[in-house]
């Protein structure tokens, strides 16, 4: 006996578990990244969510084993941002994860954390500009590193390509903090003109503006994407201040008291409050 219409209809259109429809997307982002910009030679890797402090993702070469023994690498993105940085950020993240595991397999990667030369100039080949402070100026390489999207870059072309092939992500975080509202609006890509996903979802899409709950702030402003609402800085109830050195090429900060003066001991200069 055949289903009736309707319920073939509701067959259709009834979505995805969750956990399906999460990496589904994320495993069909990595894939085309591999294609368009690696031309294809990445290894399959385990894609995982992870919520590590102030840590839009990682890679970790060899990090899982299967019952036959063999292993496979992770790229680990963090959801807590999803909302509240635009997507573009995003696969910003996921892709800069592939250039680490590039690296690992067809290249020389530096020492611990450490991004090096042939990492940025990789980078800068598939359109991601390597910055210590995610912003032009800082430095290419380093420890703790961020990029940018060079614009008429490869990777910008190979975000609208996917962009408008109705890719998305369906589930976000809904208690991002207050540094992870920050981070998305300190976000190059929002300054990017012309194509889709420079803007956070959070601010663009009413219904995950209104389910959205971020953490730390003291007011909030309307994020619904047509009343162009922004949202307001987190109160600062901490007795500590974030200290930068104004001489140092590497960004060097550190946190202590109100009202220090603090001279680097590398380059003599003097560190600002932030």
């Given amino acids: 006996m055949q289903p009736k219409s309707t319920e073939l209809d509701l067959a259709h259109t009834r979505r995805l578990a969750p956990t399906l429809e999460t990496y589904n997307e994320l495993q069909m982002a990595y894939d085309h990244f591999n294609e368009r910009l690696f031309d294809g030679q990445l290894p399959s890797c385990l894609i995982t969510l992870q919520r590590e402090k102030r840590t839009f993702g990682y890679f970790s070469a060899a990090r899982f084993a299967s019952v036959d023994g063999s292993t496979t690498d992770e790229i680990a993105l963090n959801p807590t941002y999803f909302a509240v940085v635009p997507i573009?950020?995003?696969?910003q993240t996921q892709v800069h994860e592939m250039t680490h595991l590039w690296q690992h397999h067809f290249?020389?990667?530096?020492?611990?954390?450490?991004?090096?030369?042939?990492w940025a100039r990789k980078m800068e080949s598939i359109g991601l500009m390597p910055s210590s402070t995610g912003q032009p100026g800082g430095a290419r390489?380093?420890?703790?590193?961020?990029?940018?999207?060079?614009?008429?870059?490869?990777f910008l072309a190979a975000c609208q390509e996917l962009l408008t092939a109705k890719f998305k992500l369906s589930w976000y975080d809904r208690f991002p903090s207050a540094d992870h509202v920050l981070a998305g609006q300190a976000s190059m890509a929002n300054h990017i003109q012309g194509i889709e996903g420079t803007k956070p979802p959070m601010a663009s899409i009413t219904a995950l503006a209104e389910a959205v709950r971020p953490t730390g702030f003291a007011t909030m402003a309307a994020t619904a994407g047509e009343h162009g609402g922004v949202?307001?800085?987190?109160?600062?109830?901490?007795?500590?201040?974030?200290?930068?050195c104004t001489g140092c090429q590497d960004a060097i900060s550190v946190w202590g008291k109100p009202g220090l003066r603090i001279i680097c001991g590398v380059c003599q200069q003097s560190f600002t409050a932030q």
């Fill in 141 to 154: 390489t380093g420890d703790y590193m961020a990029d940018y999207a060079v614009e008429g870059g490869r």
């Fill in 107 to 118: 290249g020389k990667p530096g020492r611990g954390r450490y991004h090096n030369e042939e």
């Fill in 88 to 91: 573009i950020e995003t696969l």
């Fill in 231 to 244: 949202l307001a800085a987190p109160e600062n109830k901490s007795n500590r201040a974030k200290y930068s």
